[in-house]
């Protein structure tokens, strides 16, 4: 795939990757990392913490380097608040690891953690995301990290110091302000977002006794309501105090219930994983964040080097409101996969450059969506795209592993919204009118349409609100009917005249816009004139009236076909 490396900067960071990869270990597997909390849903904000180094770790393997792209689950980070719509008995688990948390209530999963990780794994099947997934709990558990946590132990005066630096500075403001003003759905959106991010803000492991940057999990409660109270360099030995009331010493060479404070877990991590490549949200990346300090504490404590990686902008919900005060909280991967196809989603991601905010559309934004990705498709396959569109489609459509599975007749999504809209979803009556659209090339069976058809069905179920549905009359409007002038009665007679020899999508909106030029004696293949574009409105609205009792609706062709010739001749004829 070529690609203008300026326009598309899936390739730049590519190249940027193997270089630095080349420089720091030559010949071994290229690491490029991802980390997300299980503390909550996993939204579509952190959905972009995985979807930069998937894009860049793909253009690696496609062009024949060994790259791994890890995701790091923290689900050993404590517990930190009960979210929205789950019962406040789960605030006796705060500070617990996440895997030691009860699933809410009715979950299938054994804790909080695995419950909240299901829905992302399987969102990221969806998308095609390769990668090799790594339990912060089996790590810390299984002792793997104990000779980097007595490292850590032992240099905890240099870590102090370099922590120390930036200690005084402060924070410049949260990352959504330094983005620019927010509108009220962004921000809401915003505020869950860092509340979901709880890392970022996690104490640095200074206390009245001392620096410390190991936290212990409490043995009798669980909890990391725990003190360090005393350490030995040589024995290891460790005594920590609980706010439970519990004291206890432990041989910290031995200890498996505890983990580093965030701002040394992940520098950490990123020395242990030899990471060449990690984006970082707006949150990790102002004065003295994790980001900022990590960059420190790696090369001065662990001996390895920073990852290169952009900080990734903020992810806008068009919608979000409705969604958030109906669910509590940011939709996730999966709620966006259950109104959208993969490739469309991916293509999001893809074609905007990390620093540049974008918004997924929930409302009716999603309907020119799927237009401007369908225009998009029609301009690759004649070549008429230009590289960094070609390139982002691209990365959309498919990986290095092969094509994404796609719909096999994909119709217009804003007709199949319109159409499942009308019939409610019937199918037999779907199929009928799916078959009208093109005689030329008709709809043999739902399954052609699918998955876009099912995305169009839930997208209406589930995100247009009841008073906004098309409801079709069942019997004509007769005070209307006899209100008719002698032009508005002309005109229905040319458009009922019309439907047979017109009935198909393209026909029926050549009859529709036909009409009022007709009557105003003009050509088809006139040009909209100011007294023209008035006349086709007024036509329109008459008959939104006469079929749905309302000024707007779906496009009339797809709604003239949905009501079938029948009744539309019923419901229009005076």
């Not at 690609?3 to 590519?14: G, I, M, T």
Request: proline residues 7%; negative net charge.
């Amino acid at each position: 795939m070529a690609a203008n490396p300026e326009a598309d900067w899936v390739s730049r960071f590519a190249d940027e990757v193997i270089a630095e990869a080349e420089r720091r270990a030559p010949g071994k597997p290229i690491v490029c990392a991802s980390g997300l909390s299980p503390s909550g849903p996993i939204h579509l904000g952190n959905l972009r913490e995985v979807m930069t180094p998937h894009l860049v770790a793909d253009e690696i393997r496609r062009r024949g380097h060994e790259v791994v792209h890890i995701i790091s689950w923290d689900d050993y980070d404590r517990y930190r608040k009960v979210p929205a719509g789950i019962d406040e008995s789960w605030a006796q688990h705060i500070g617990k690891p996440l895997t030691s948390v009860p699933a809410p209530a009715g979950s299938a999963y054994p804790n909080w953690a695995e419950h909240f990780k299901a829905s992302m794994i399987e969102s990221l099947a969806q998308l095609g995301v390769e990668y090799r997934g790594i339990s912060q709990t089996e790590m810390y558990t299984s002792g793997a990290y104990t000779e980097q946590i007595l490292l850590a132990m032992r240099e905890r005066g240099k870590i102090d110091a370099v922590l120390d630096r930036y200690r005084t500075k402060g924070r410049t403001g949260s990352g959504a302000a330094r983005q620019g003003k927010l509108d009220e759905d962004e921000a809401a959106a915003a505020q869950e977002a860092a509340e979901g991010s709880g890392a970022a803000a996690e104490d640095d492991g200074t206390g009245a006794t001392g620096y410390f940057p190991y936290k212990p999990y409490c043995s009798v409660c669980d909890r990391d309501l725990t003190t360090v109270v005393a350490y030995d360099d040589e024995s290891t030995e460790l005594t920590y105090t609980c706010q439970c009331g519990h004291t206890e010493t432990v041989l910290l060479s031995e200890h498996r219930r505890g983990k580093l404070v965030w701002k040394v877990d992940w520098p950490m991590r990123w020395a242990y994983e030899g990471v060449v490549f990690e984006p970082s949200g707006v949150d990790h990346s102002s004065p003295g964040s994790s980001f900022q300090v990590g960059g420190q504490i790696v090369g001065e404590v662990f001996g390895g080097q920073q990852p290169i990686g952009p900080m990734y902008a903020f992810v806008g919900i068009s919608g979000m409101a409705k969604m958030s005060s109906s669910k509590g909280g940011v939709p996730t991967p999966a709620d966006a996969l259950q109104i959208m196809e993969p490739p469309l989603l991916r293509w999001l991601y893809a074609r905007r450059r990390p620093n540049q905010a974008f918004k997924i559309a929930f409302d009716q934004e999603i309907q020119r969506l799927y237009d401007e990705w369908d225009t998009l498709g029609r301009k690759v396959a004649e070549g008429a795209a230009n590289a960094a569109d070609t390139a982002a489609h691209s990365r959309a459509v498919g990986t290095a592993a092969g094509l994404l599975p796609v719909t096999p007749h994909p119709l217009p999504y804003r007709t199949l919204a319109s159409i499942v809209d009308i019939t409610t979803g019937d199918p037999e009556q779907t199929l009928r009118i799916l078959r009208d659209l093109d005689p030329a090339d008709p709809v043999a069976s739902l399954d052609e349409t699918r998955p876009r058809l099912d995305r169009a069905q839930h997208w209406i179920t589930t995100q247009v609100p009841a008073e906004q549905r098309t409801r079709v009359l069942a019997e004509p409007d007769a005070t209307l009917l006899g209100k008719l002038d002698d032009d508005q009665r002309e005109s229905l007679r040319l458009l009922l005249a019309g439907l047979d020899d017109h009935w198909s999508l393209e026909g029926l909106t050549t009859l529709v816009y036909g009409v009022p030029k007709t009557r105003l004696g003009l050509p088809m293949d006139v040009k909209p004139t100011p007294e023209l574009k008035v006349a086709q409105r007024e036509f329109f609205a008459l008959l939104y009236h006469l079929l749905v009792g309302r000024d707007t609706g779906p496009r009339l062709p797809t709604l003239l076909l949905a009501v079938g010739p029948d009744q539309v001749r019923k419901l229009l004829t005076p």
